[in-house]
């Protein structure tokens, strides 16, 4: 398995109120993704990172924010959570940016978020 | 019309038995395909690969790609209670990770 970490596993909060989930890997891939997944929706990508300190949006990154300070740890922010923010998110990470040089994207096993 | 269509199942199916899931897509222009699994409460993990048309075994598992219809499928032969979880297909243009887009998932559960 590759070693990804995600927490916390589990977090109830209210709205309004700050959250933060944490990626940390050990298998010094350059690339980190953070996904949510919803029922009724696949996989939709909030963010991404191709290296320190480089971040880009994904297709659903209105209300979060990112950042990755060490090639090990991805943090994913919500600055104000509301309800719609209640998802299961995952991170995921690949040693290259795609499939061209056959790299793999591993996935975490999810931190489950709940917005009151 | 969704980029890409699922049936989300389940889809229930004795041990031993052939079984088939399969996406719809609209964007002509995906031409990277693969097909993910994930156990409940678990991270997804790839399965199979494929670029491009064509199909692909490996083991109990074949993907196939029908670019000119715009279809991919999964077949799992001598489906197994193990094989119990969610499919996901996922595609996109180029190579890049950035830009695959997930199908919702298909449940599939395998009775003993």
């Known amino acids: ?116 | 019309q969704k980029e890409v269509e699922q049936d989300p199942g389940p889809l229930s199916v004795p041990e031993g038995a052939i079984v088939s899931l399969n996406c719809t897509y609209s964007n002509s222009a995906f031409q990277y395909f693969m097909w993910y699994r994930q156990y409940s409460r678990k991270g997804p993990e790839l399965l199979m690969y494929t670029y491009s048309s064509g199909n692909k075994e490996d083991g109990r598992f074949t993907a196939q790609v029908d670019k000119s219809s715009k279809y991919i499928s999964l077949f799992i032969r001598d489906s197994q209670p193990s094989d119990s979880a969610t499919y996901l297909c996922a595609m996109s243009q180029n190579s890049g990770y950035s830009t695959l887009t997930f199908g919702k998932g298909t449940m599939l559960l395998v009775s003993p």
């Open chain 1, 1 to 116: 398995d590759a070693g990804i970490t995600q927490s916390p596993r589990h977090k109830v909060t209210e709205t309004g109120t700050p959250v933060t989930l944490r990626c940390h890997q050990t298998e010094n891939h350059r690339y980190m993704y953070w996904y949510r997944q919803d029922p009724g929706h696949g996989l939709r990508l909030i963010h991404y990172s191709y290296g320190v300190k480089d971040t880009d949006k994904g297709e659903v990154s209105d209300g979060y924010s990112v950042s990755r300070s060490k090639t090990e740890d991805f943090l994913l922010t919500l600055e104000s959570a509301t309800s719609s923010q209640t998802s299961v998110y995952f991170c995921a990470i690949s040693e290259f940016t795609g499939t061209l040089n056959t790299g793999e994207l591993f996935f975490g096993e999810g931190s489950r978020l709940t917005v009151l």
